[in-house]
């Protein structure tokens, strides 16, 4: 279901003390200062030629407590990272891209996990570093099946970063008075100290047998790259100022943040800080401090840690229309599933008798949720805007077939609009709203895909509307429904939902009995608050970078 909107009117020492008190805290590495506010955010990443594109971040965390030091999995479904949510305890969380879970990987006390990255040659543990109940850091190996941890390397210590360019080596960031870089290699006795005075920053040059690490006691502090075979080391840019963490998106090109701008380098652009060019900014995501940043190893995604930074609030809609109270009934919800859900419109396959009835225990796929809570909203929604005051746009009001099978609906709608295009304001999609979702808060509640595209989330959720983020990026849900088509062509367009990936989708259990009514009828109540109020309020515009690419209609 679509409803396009036409435009119908124009104290002075605490600063000194406080790493030194952090430091002495159980569990708190000596490495660094943790950010209280550091958050982690995912951005959808792309390289055209030799220019890297970020699309808009989203916060994965969003929550008080500290997230940092995101690494991803060997195969880019899940992230690993650094939580402390306040009780002095830190451990290794993943997160799954596809169902939007969070999970530690252990629970240990009195220990506590830092910087868990995937191990060559074992896909059964990630390796860490572990602050010990005595506080002494080393490297460990830390067992994804609840196994116990075990020590890496037993006499390297204090150990605060580490990077593996081969199965056989690590090279470790060993604090001290400097700090220095060791590499340790399997089947040679004791370290080898090949640099001192480094920052934290180590990485695995992809597809290679380097590791680069961040050289400090110079200024500009330089990138350099370390040849594990040979020990040789070179000069590849200096850091951008305020900088001291970067991340490789291949074996020639790096990222790094600075405040809230996402910075590139590409081998053959030179060793000055010059060398370094602006690829996004994100001030309006909003957050700011960017730090440690990761890529995928499938280079579709840019995991980052910044701090959230305060958002000035859509102002609240002062509209008649934006104080009306829809009340959904329920009965006449449930009645409606009962009759687009039965069993006598055999599925309502595009194009079949069953779909022309309609007018989207048994082998038959009823579609309650999908999606024919989407056809009651549309319905009632309709409904409750005949009463209260008269919408200053006027509101179309469309159910569109054949979405799964190559958006016939949409296409043709967009070939042959009602009203001009141009003066589209935005398109809402709303479908399988028939179950609550935990993961946007449960009942009564949905979530919008694209959220972070574009303005339109914010100004309904500051108005009220229960609303969040689609918590599952890795499933891609923006592009896989009617909005896109809308959106391709400059329209501010999203859908909101509440499907929860485990609820009946595509099965013939997908009946009206499986229906959480009262949960359906308040998502449709909300709906008709936030269609008022996108009718009279302000228009909705694209974030920099939100709109998807644009394709010709046909």
């Known amino acids: 279901m679509s409803i396009p909107f036409r435009l119908s009117w124009a104290a002075a020492l605490l600063p000194a003390l406080l790493p030194a008190l952090l430091a002495a805290q159980r569990g708190v590495p000596r490495t660094s200062v943790a950010s209280p506010d550091a958050e982690i955010y995912l951005a959808p990443l792309s390289l055209r030629g030799d220019t890297v594109r970020a699309g808009n971040p989203v916060n994965l965390t969003r929550r008080a407590g500290y997230d940092n030091q995101p690494m991803f999995t060997r195969d880019s479904r899940a992230i690993y990272y650094t939580a402390n949510l306040g009780d002095g305890q830190s451990d290794i969380y993943r997160f799954d891209l596809g169902t939007g879970l969070t999970r530690p ?20 543990a990630v390796a860490v570093i572990r602050v010990e109940a005595d506080s ?8 994804l099946n609840g196994g116990a941890p075990s020590v890496l390397i037993a006499d390297l210590k204090p150990v605060g970063y580490f990077a593996q360019p081969n199965d056989s080596t690590w090279v ?38 380097f590791v680069s690490f961040v050289q400090r006691g110079t200024q500009p502090w330089q990138v350099m790259r370390l040849d594990v075979s040979t020990n040789r080391i070179d000069t590849l840019v200096a850091l951008p100022e305020g900088t001291e963490d970067m991340t490789w998106v291949d074996s020639t090109t790096m990222l790094a943040g600075q405040g ?46 910044a701090e959230s930074a305060p958002r000035g609030k859509q102002a609240a809609s002062t509209s008649a229309a934006a104080r009306v109270v829809d009340r959904i ?105 028939a179950h609550p979702d935990s993961l946007a808060g449960g009942f009564g509640k949905a979530w919008l895909t694209g959220y972070e595209r574009s303005t339109l989330g914010d100004l309904l959720a500051d108005n009220g509307i229960p609303l ?87």
Not at 105 to 124: C, F, H, K, N, W
Not at 136 to 143: E, I, S
Not at 340 to 360: C, I, Q
């Open 172 to 209: 470790t960031f060993v604090l001290g008075t400097p700090a220095t870089l060791q590499v340790v290699r399997a089947g040679q006795p004791g370290a080898v100290t090949l640099a001192r005075d480094i920052g934290r920053s180590l990485h695995r040059i992809p597809g290679t047998r």
């Open 136 to 143: 002494t850091q080393r490297l460990w190996r830390l067992p």
């Open 468 to 554: 969040v983020a689609d918590p599952r990026p890795g499933q891609s849900f923006f592009t896989r429904s009617d909005n896109a088509a809308f959106a391709r062509i400059g329209i501010p367009a999203h859908s909101l939902s509440s499907f929860n990936l485990a609820t009946p989708y595509h099965d013939p259990r997908d009946e009206v009995g499986a229906v959480n009514v009262a949960h359906m009828a308040q998502v449709i109540g909300a709906t008709a608050k936030a269609v008022r109020l996108l009718s009279d309020g302000p228009r909705p515009v694209w974030h920099p970078g939100g709109q998807p690419e644009v394709r010709p209609t046909r």
């Open 260 to 305: 809230t701008t996402l910075l590139q380098w590409t081998r053959g652009s030179g060793s000055s800080r010059t060398a370094w060019r602006t690829v996004a900014d994100f001030s309006y995501a909003p957050l700011q401090r960017i730090s440690r940043l990761a890529v995928s190893p499938s280079r579709q995604w840019l995991a980052m840690v």
């Open 329 to 433: 009934d329920t009965t006449r919800v449930r009645r409606g599933l009962a009759i687009l859900a039965a069993d006598s419109m055999e599925g309502r396959l595009t194009g079949s008798p069953g779909m022309e009835r309609a007018a989207n225990g048994d082998s038959i796929n009823n579609g309650a949720d999908d999606d024919a809570s989407g056809n009651i909203a549309l319905l009632e929604i309709a409904r409750a805007l005949r009463n209260g005051p008269r919408p200053k746009r006027t509101i179309r009001f469309m159910s569109i077939t054949g979405e799964e099978v190559g958006g016939f609906g949409t296409r043709w709608y967009l070939q042959h609009p009602l009203l001009p295009l141009a003066n589209t304001v935005v398109d809402l999609n709303i479908e399988m709203i």
């Open 105 to 124: 990987v252990q629970r240990t006390r009195p220990e506590s996990e830092y910087s868990a990255a995937p191990i060559l040659g074992d896909t059964a």
